[in-house]
């Protein structure tokens, strides 16, 4: 069954619009009182009020879902995960709590390296199986699209694994994948101290092979002090989109290096993480439509300052927020988690956090025409949360509000 009606919703939260919001757009989150929603044939045929909407409508071929003080919203985007892993960091997590740094643990041979052998050694059959399970759990909080990068191989057979195992998972499971191509995630140590090499590695075999092979849509990169430097980055980046890829960058996250004024300058969909970006990167950000996609979970879990999320919206930016879900930096895909730390330490309001989550990460993926919004002509992406207002979301602190999940017009998420 792919025609359902919610009516008679508390409220309807539309994030409305068919484009990134940005500034103070970015509070304009299209509320409905008492609303009704017809989806036909998995697309948004109505929304409106509900004696407007229902009146004289034949309901013989839908499932009808009474949301009678709920509030209706549409799918989370987490635009930005890396859920498909093998093994786990809990180790180096509590050497943290230590006190060791990010950067310290990745200098003496732990971070990503210890992940990629893990899933350098993983079969495709385990890996579809931890992602299916971490799929399940992200459309719980309420999640209708996830993006996943690879970058656990730093080979190409290894990220050519880890993309096929989310082609097969997108198949098979409710939530959408957008998969994103991120060679250049670290150095491996067969190329320690021939970085360059390992740049031109990914540019003619691994580049090559996955758009061969019609694996990704996004290339990305790390973009960062002994990781990859602004020009090698420029170098991998601008081969990658003359090769037909969207462009995503990890950049200005532990050093200002002057990723955010490179992902001006290529005009990337989307520029990550941003903690230590400069107020001239991020205006020139602005100026070139890159969205700013901010992850305060890594934050908080490597205790760090956030990203200046006030700063970018109150000169016109654009802000999504995503998970980061991964096992080293930040093992939590908690949609609660993330909208407690962008309305309680990043000053956003709870509609600056819905915009986030729902209309700019679906630009943040470039999925904004179809998905992001409760609009007529649209995905029947919805969730319906256990609560009157969207204002809970913030309020109920940390807590999954999120009753049912409702992917292209059919219920796969209801917590009876």
Do not use: W
């Amino acid at each position: 069954m792919r025609n359902i009606i919610i009516k008679n919703a508390k409220e309807i939260v539309t994030s409305t619009g068919f484009s990134k919001k940005a500034g103070e757009e970015m509070k304009n989150i299209g509320v409905i009182e008492d609303g009704s929603i017809i989806i036909t044939d998995g697309i948004i045929e109505k929304v409106g009020k509900t004696k407007e909407i229902l009146k004289d409508f034949d309901t013989e071929g839908y499932e009808v879902v009474d949301a009678s003080g709920k509030s209706v919203l549409p799918g989370f985007v987490d635009s930005h995960t890396h859920f498909i892993f093998g093994g786990y960091r809990e180790e180096e997590f509590n050497l943290r709590l230590q006190g060791a740094t990010y950067m310290e643990i990745m200098k003496s041979g732990g971070g990503i390296s210890g992940t990629v052998k893990a899933t350098r050694d993983a079969t495709k059959d385990e890996l579809f199986e931890l992602g299916k399970k971490r799929l399940d759990s992200m459309m719980e909080f309420g999640v209708t699209t996830v993006e996943g990068k690879s970058g656990y191989g730093l080979e190409t057979d290894t990220e050519i694994k880890q993309l096929e195992v989310m082609v097969d998972l997108d198949k098979k499971h409710p939530v959408d994948i957008v998969r994103t191509y991120m060679g250049a995630h670290d150095i491996p140590v067969e190329y320690k101290g021939r970085t360059d090499e390992f740049i031109d590695y990914l540019i003619e075999d691994g580049l090559l092979k996955v758009k061969e092979k019609n694996l990704a849509e996004f290339c990305d990169i790390f973009t960062e002090e002994n990781v990859f430097s602004i020009e090698q980055s420029r170098k991998l980046l601008s081969k990658a989109r003359d090769m037909g890829f969207k462009l995503k960058m990890h950049a200005d996250e532990i050093v200002q290096l002057g990723g955010a004024e490179l992902a001006a300058e290529l005009g990337v969909l989307s520029a990550d993480h941003l903690l230590q970006a400069s107020d001239k990167g991020l205006l020139a950000m602005r100026d070139s439509g890159v969205i700013a996609t901010l992850l305060p979970g890594t934050a908080f879990s490597l205790k760090e300052d956030y990203a200046r999320a006030r700063y970018i919206i109150d000169n016109g930016g654009a802000v999504a927020l995503a998970t980061d879900y991964n096992p080293g930096s930040c093992y939590t895909n908690s949609i609660p988690l993330l909208i407690a730390l962008g309305t309680i330490y990043m000053s956003m309001s709870i509609e600056e956090v819905i915009t986030a989550l729902t209309i700019n990460g679906a630009a943040a993926v470039d999925r904004e025409d179809t998905i992001g919004s409760i609009d007529v002509g649209k995905l029947g992406d919805i969730i319906i949360l256990d609560a009157p207002s969207y204002k809970f979301l913030s309020y109920n602190i940390a807590v999954n509000l999120v009753k049912t999940v409702i992917k292209k017009g059919q219920i796969v998420f209801d917590k009876n």
